[in-house]
């Protein structure tokens, strides 16, 4: 009975929100591969954690909102989020809907990039354990930008959340939006952010990963070159390189990913549209 009041509170909680402050959160959809926006009232900033991930909690006294990214893999139905403040746990349930992504058949002429050998397979491990460090980064910092630019001139071609299937095998969902754009055309930071991690990797090709704070992360793949380096600040704008071709790829485009609480999520939800 407790969980289910909750569930009330934050309905009702929802239509206290000033518009200013709408307008600078993401957009919520509570779909796999979305975001799920939780106000608490509580004094103190409270911890909140989905499924024992650390998960971003963002506002002021009694005026607080948890944004939770929802993995593309969950089950659909209920869910709750776990929040400690000063010392008490509370948990706050919400429901997942579910969302049928479309299907995309790709074929990759170059057959390692689909099914790999033992030795790509080694370089494969090393870069996994990386990329992980990298979507795991967690910075404290209060003011986290939720508004993105769109990071490079170009359509959209493949779509957040596709059922890929290479040559005819079935892989992961995709995990990011392309931007079809020609080689060399400059791709730009979308907000600001800490560039956490650079490398050239078996599929992303070259790849530049910023940590926007609390467990925002975007990822940026298949750059033709890279132009800013580990450790260096980027703010809205700040060249970050050109688009390419390099890694698993049909053709010159950038793909682009967007990561909260080590959960991938679409990049749409966060895109100014003004």
């Known amino acids: 009975m407790k969980?289910?009041?909750?569930?009330?509170?934050?309905?009702?909680?929802?239509?206290?929100?000033?518009?200013?402050?709408?307008?600078?959160?993401?957009?919520?959809?509570?779909?796999?591969?979305?975001?799920?926006?939780?106000?608490?009232?509580?004094?103190?900033?409270?911890?909140?954690?989905?499924?024992?991930?650390?998960?971003?909690?963002?506002?002021?006294?009694?005026?607080?909102?948890?944004?939770?990214?929802i993995p593309l893999k969950i089950e659909t139905g209920e869910h709750r989020l776990k929040v400690i403040n000063n010392g008490t746990e509370s948990n706050y349930l919400f429901e997942v809907l579910n969302k049928n992504y479309e299907s995309q058949y790709l074929t990759i002429k170059n057959k390692r990039k689909v099914n790999p050998n033992k030795k790509d397979m080694q370089r494969i491990t090393k870069e996994r354990a990386l990329i992980s460090k990298a979507k795991n980064s967690w910075r404290e910092i209060d003011d986290v930008p939720l508004k993105f630019v769109k990071p490079t001139k170009g359509p959209f071609s493949s779509s957040f959340g596709l059922r890929r299937f290479f040559n005819n095998q079935p892989r992961n969902p995709h995990s990011g939006l392309d931007i079809a754009a020609p080689e060399g055309t400059p791709i730009m930071a979308p907000a600001a952010g800490i560039v956490i991690?650079?490398?050239?990797?078996?599929?992303?090709?070259?790849?530049?990963?910023?940590?926007?704070?609390?467990?925002?992360?975007?990822?940026?793949?298949?750059?033709?070159?890279?132009?800013?380096?580990?450790?260096?600040y980027a703010d809205v704008g700040t060249l970050l390189g050109t688009v390419g071709s390099t890694g698993r790829v049909t053709g010159a485009h950038l793909h682009w990913s967007v990561f909260l609480n080590n959960t991938t999520v679409e990049p749409l939800l966060f895109l100014n549209t003004k």
């Open 197 to 232: 991690n650079t490398g050239n990797y078996f599929f992303n090709g070259k790849t530049v990963f910023l940590d926007h704070g609390q467990g925002l992360i975007t990822m940026y793949c298949h750059l033709n070159e890279i132009n800013i380096q580990e450790g260096e």
């Open 3 to 69: 969980n289910k009041l909750v569930i009330i509170l934050i309905s009702s909680l929802l239509t206290l929100i000033s518009p200013s402050y709408v307008n600078s959160l993401p957009i919520e959809s509570n779909v796999p591969g979305g975001i799920v926006i939780i106000p608490i009232q509580t004094e103190n900033k409270p911890k909140a954690f989905f499924y024992n991930k650390k998960v971003m909690v963002i506002g002021e006294r009694n005026n607080w909102k948890a944004i939770i990214g």
